[in-house]
């Protein structure tokens, strides 16, 4: 009873992560104009090539203190690229090496766009070779929206476009994600339910889409929005898709199928997510 005292210390074994309740083992840090990442929950960081006037146009542009969620990747393998997207008009930083050197990489404009900013940004690697970028607009009255795909198989050192379902419509680019080069989702914004989007997937590497089924599986009520897909796993003949809430909440649903069409709800979780400072 009476006055209590909680007495933290650092670690002292080395393998042991500095800050795993609050930050995640792959994540960003911006500081004095500076851009760095880290693999492993801040114990190291890996400098951006990226100027400080380029970083304060990109947030400018952002409207925010951070970056635009899914506009950088980073894996737990450092035989990975790294990339993240930076400025107004889209141009896409790659390290193959650890952060050691960077190449960039252009894809399309405003102008080539209607005249539209290209404001969603996403980006992600599968392996050492295969990696997908997808970047779209804003809808606007009598033209819609614009989005695009590109798929890379040498590392990003070239890209290929891709075909998507739903191009021109008022669908926008949520989300993107990638289990091998054959396997993916897309979730787009859905027009008559906003608080859970449209979700589209491939098991032809782009060839094919199907509209996936997931909202029959009877949701939980905690489960109040969901607008991104974190990750695809596989165990066996079964994937597992796990949905989250960006960084708007920490809230996760996972989901099992075997087709990739139709899902089944699995389980609820939280897990930690960036948070600016």
Same mark, same amino acid.
């Given at each position: 009873s009476g006055q209590q005292y909680l007495y933290v210390f650092d670690s002292t074994l080395e393998d042991t992560p500095i800050n795993p309740n609050y930050m995640m083992e792959t994540d960003y840090y911006i500081n004095n104009g500076k851009l760095q990442f880290t693999r492993d929950y801040g114990k190291t960081y890996i400098d951006a090539d990226i100027t400080e006037e380029d970083l304060e146009e990109t947030l400018n542009f952002y409207g925010s203190l951070s970056l635009e969620e899914n506009s950088w990747f980073l894996s737990t393998n450092d035989l990975i690229p790294i990339a993240? /997207?930076?400025?107004?008009?889209?141009?896409?930083? @790659? =390290?193959? &090496?650890?952060?050691? *050197?960077? =190449?960039?990489?252009?894809?399309?404009? =405003? =102008?080539?766009?209607?005249?539209?900013? @290209? *404001?969603?940004?996403?980006?992600? /690697?599968? +392996?050492?070779? $295969?990696? %997908?970028?997808?970047?779209?607009? &804003?809808? *606007? !009255?009598g033209s819609g929206e614009i989005k695009k795909l590109y798929f890379t198989y040498d590392g990003g050192s070239s890209w290929e476009e891709i075909p998507l379902p739903l191009n021109g419509t008022s669908h926008v680019v949520y989300d993107f994600c !990638? %289990? &091998?080069?054959?396997?993916?989702?897309?979730?787009?914004?859905?027009?008559?339910?906003?608080?859970?989007?449209?979700?589209? +997937?491939?098991?032809?590497?782009?060839?094919?889409?199907?509209?996936? #089924?997931? #909202?029959? +599986?009877?949701?939980?009520?905690?489960?109040? /929005?969901? +607008?991104?897909?974190? #990750? @695809?796993?596989?165990?066996?003949? *079964?994937? %597992?898709?796990? !949905?989250?809430?960006? &960084?708007?909440?920490?809230?996760?649903?996972? $989901?099992?199928?075997g087709d990739m069409i139709s899902w089944s709800f699995v389980k609820t979780s939280e897990e930690n997510i960036h948070t600016v400072g």
């Amino acid at each position: 009873s009476g006055q209590q005292y909680l007495y933290v210390f650092d670690s002292t074994l080395e393998d042991t992560p500095i800050n795993p309740n609050y930050m995640m083992e792959t994540d960003y840090y911006i500081n004095n104009g500076k851009l760095q990442f880290t693999r492993d929950y801040g114990k190291t960081y890996i400098d951006a090539d990226i100027t400080e006037e380029d970083l304060e146009e990109t947030l400018n542009f952002y409207g925010s203190l951070s970056l635009e969620e899914n506009s950088w990747f980073l894996s737990t393998n450092d035989l990975i690229p790294i990339a993240y /997207f930076y400025g107004e008009e889209p141009v896409l930083k @790659i =390290s193959n &090496d650890n952060g050691k *050197t960077w =190449s960039e990489h252009k894809f399309i404009t =405003s =102008s080539e766009t209607l005249g539209k900013e @290209i *404001t969603r940004r996403v980006v992600g /690697f599968t +392996s050492q070779n $295969f990696g %997908y970028v997808l970047l779209g607009t &804003d809808w *606007t !009255m009598g033209s819609g929206e614009i989005k695009k795909l590109y798929f890379t198989y040498d590392g990003g050192s070239s890209w290929e476009e891709i075909p998507l379902p739903l191009n021109g419509t008022s669908h926008v680019v949520y989300d993107f994600c !990638m %289990y &091998d080069e054959l396997v993916g989702v897309l979730v787009l914004r859905d027009t008559l339910e906003a608080n859970f989007p449209l979700v589209y +997937s491939t098991v032809s590497g782009g060839k094919t889409w199907n509209e996936v #089924r997931y #909202r029959d +599986s009877n949701l939980p009520d905690e489960i109040t /929005f969901l +607008s991104d897909v974190d #990750r @695809i796993e596989k165990d066996g003949d *079964t994937y %597992y898709i796990k !949905m989250g809430q960006g &960084d708007s909440g920490t809230l996760k649903a996972t $989901f099992r199928t075997g087709d990739m069409i139709s899902w089944s709800f699995v389980k609820t979780s939280e897990e930690n997510i960036h948070t600016v400072g």
